[in-house]
């Protein structure tokens, strides 16, 4: 396994929209085990591929808090939803920010599983949001999206200067092994 280098906000490839995943693959595997090693490294509690420049709709998420529940959505759609739930959203791409989001409460989300089984589930509140905030980074969206333009200003603000005072840059995402979309 590897860990992944997370793009951060404002990089532009976050705005690439994901493609289907047409076949579960041992190397599809592979990627979703390094998913959960950076993840959980990060930590974090869901990530989506193109979060590491892999531009497949394929999400991670685990939301207990001994890293013992794992959900793996290839190619998500959510067929339901229900209620609606304010919560403080986080990001691994937009460090250190938190802000409040609007997200249905409960969820009914279908998919491939990681052995390409097609899966019906159920989520509701924290494993709800989360899919839901994962799913829109494999439409090319983000959290910062449902927040105004100033409250987007200054977050892009705080991270230019963050990376200023630490003299860090995001660094490119090394390429491991053959994936024609990265």
Not at 124 to 129: D, K, N, T
Not at 172 to 178: F, I, L
């Amino acid at each position: 396994m590897a860990k992944l280098q997370i793009l951060e906000y404002p990089d532009p490839r976050l705005r690439t929209v994901a493609t289907p995943v047409t076949e579960v693959t041992d190397d599809t595997r592979e990627l979703i085990k390094d998913m959960f090693e950076t993840m959980y490294a990060a930590p974090g509690i869901g990530l989506a591929a193109t979060q590491v420049n892999v531009h497949q709709r394929i999400l991670v998420a685990d939301v207990s808090e001994d890293q013992s529940a794992p959900v793996v959505l290839i190619n998500p759609e959510i067929t339901e939803s229900e209620g609606d739930a304010w919560s403080d959203e986080g990001c691994l791409s937009v460090p250190d920010v938190y802000e409040k989001v609007a997200r249905a409460q409960q969820i009914r989300v279908r998919g491939l599983g990681i052995t390409g089984e097609p899966m019906d589930m159920e989520a509701e509140g924290l494993l709800a949001v989360c899919i839901q905030h994962e799913m829109d980074h494999l439409e090319g969206k983000l959290f910062v999206d449902y927040l105004s333009e100033l409250k987007r200003q200054r977050i892009r603000k705080k991270i230019e200067k963050a990376r200023k005072i630490t003299g860090s840059q995001p660094e490119p995402v090394p390429v491991s092994r053959d994936r024609s979309d990265q």
